[in-house]
């Protein structure tokens, strides 16, 4: 494989694999479907692979295409960032994001780390609130973007990201299993609050709400000396934490979906590129679930908290 790949055919093979048509993809690439049918065909030959497979009307990706998709997606990335880094006319201004402290531990240094490279010239801060305040201060135009944790009933984000909401306890001690379950859990507005009582009142199970509070250090307290259960989105888990399910008697909560929410904004080319950033980390960003009641080790999987220090702050769901 001495040939370089085509950041062109790249290009089309993402708007491929993000439509599932070669016609809608021609329409995203401006080129004629007959175009993008020939560059497919150069770049399967160039990998040795068959990357697409027919679905239908729709155009699936193989094992191949999978693998190949994430590659395609850093290349990419790194061609606009390296062009952005040498353009004399690359955005310059301040923006505002706001964010749950435990979504920002988790997702913030990837997008600031990819934005900042991008937009050197851009000064980006950063507010840590409660989802019901962010949702005030988009309203109030405080904020040019917010990421949030989305609710039906409001329904004013555009859901960006979903992961599981589960059920966690401490992985030392056997709270879970006193006959009346202590709760540790947001205030009465938070999301994950109610769908955690609500699972409780068809499982039938007893239940006092122990802790309330909108901190995520006064809550993960909680739960790591084992005073209480609460529930946590995947990407707030911490090492000594032990994920509860349904062999343990705990029924399936609905996913937590993260969502964004754009305010009113005098830059929106600044908006626009932090948008597609956080888009594109948020799409970057994983992280594999423990087994069944086991305790959730990030040292196992390349992420650790040890030397970090944890800052006081809010759920994301509160």
């Known amino acids: 494989m001495a040939a370089q790949l085509d950041l062109d055919q790249l290009q089309t093979?993402?708007?491929?694999?993000?439509?599932?048509s070669f016609?809608?993809?021609?329409?995203?690439?401006?080129?004629?479907?007959?175009?993008?049918?020939?560059?497919?065909?150069?770049?399967?030959?160039?990998i040795g692979r068959p990357l697409f497979e027919k679905d239908g009307?729709?155009?699936?990706?193989?094992?191949?295409?999978?693998?190949?998709?994430?590659?395609?997606?850093?290349?990419?990335?790194?061609?606009?960032?390296?062009?952005?880094?040498?353009?004399?006319?690359?955005?310059?201004?301040?923006?505002?994001?706001?964010?749950?402290?435990?979504?920002?531990?988790?997702?913030?240094?990837?997008?600031?780390?990819?934005?900042?490279?991008?937009?050197?010239?851009?000064?980006?801060?950063?507010?840590?609130?409660?989802?019901v305040n962010l949702v005030e201060q988009i309203r109030r135009g405080q904020l040019d973007v917010a990421l949030v944790t989305h609710d039906d009933e409001k329904g004013?984000?555009?859901?960006?990201?979903?992961?599981?909401l589960l059920w966690v306890a401490?992985?030392?001690?056997?709270?879970?299993?006193?006959?009346?379950?202590?709760?540790a859990v947001g205030r009465p507005t938070c999301v994950?609050?109610?769908?955690?009582?609500?699972?409780l009142d068809q499982m039938e199970r007893d239940y006092r709400v122990l802790f309330t509070s909108w901190s995520a250090s006064v809550i993960i307290a909680a739960v790591m000396s084992g005073l209480a259960v609460s529930v946590l989105p995947e990407c707030a888990l911490r090492p000594g934490m032990r994920v509860l399910t349904e062999s343990d008697g705990f029924g399936t909560l609905?996913?937590?979906?993260?969502?964004?929410?754009?305010?009113?904004?005098?830059?929106?080319?600044?908006?626009e590129?932090?948008?597609?950033h956080i888009t594109e980390s948020l799409d970057n960003i994983s992280l594999p679930a423990p087994e069944d009641g086991a305790s959730f080790d990030f040292a196992a999987i390349g992420f650790s908290l040890r030397g970090r220090r944890q800052k006081p702050g809010t759920m994301a769901g509160w």
Request: glycine share 4%; hydrophobic share 40%.
């Open 192 to 199: 994950w609050r109610r769908s955690a009582i609500d699972m």
């Open 13 to 20: 093979f993402l708007a491929i694999a993000e439509t599932g």
């Open 156 to 164: 004013a984000s555009e859901v960006v990201r979903r992961e599981p």
């Open 254 to 271: 609905p996913d937590c979906r993260i969502g964004m929410m754009r305010g009113h904004t005098s830059q929106p080319a600044i908006v």
């Open 57 to 131: 009307r729709t155009n699936r990706l193989t094992e191949d295409g999978e693998r190949l998709l994430a590659y395609a997606r850093r290349m990419i990335r790194l061609n606009r960032e390296t062009l952005a880094a040498f353009d004399d006319n690359r955005l310059e201004g301040q923006v505002r994001i706001g964010t749950p402290d435990d979504y920002a531990d988790r997702f913030l240094p990837e997008i600031m780390a990819r934005f900042a490279r991008s937009n050197p010239r851009v000064e980006m801060s950063v507010v840590c609130e409660p989802t």
């Open 170 to 183: 401490s992985a030392n001690h056997a709270v879970h299993e006193e006959d009346i379950l202590p709760l």
């Open 23 to 46: 016609t809608r993809a021609a329409e995203e690439v401006f080129r004629t479907q007959s175009a993008v049918s020939m560059q497919m065909r150069r770049l399967e030959e160039r």
């Open 273 to 276: 590129a932090l948008v597609r």
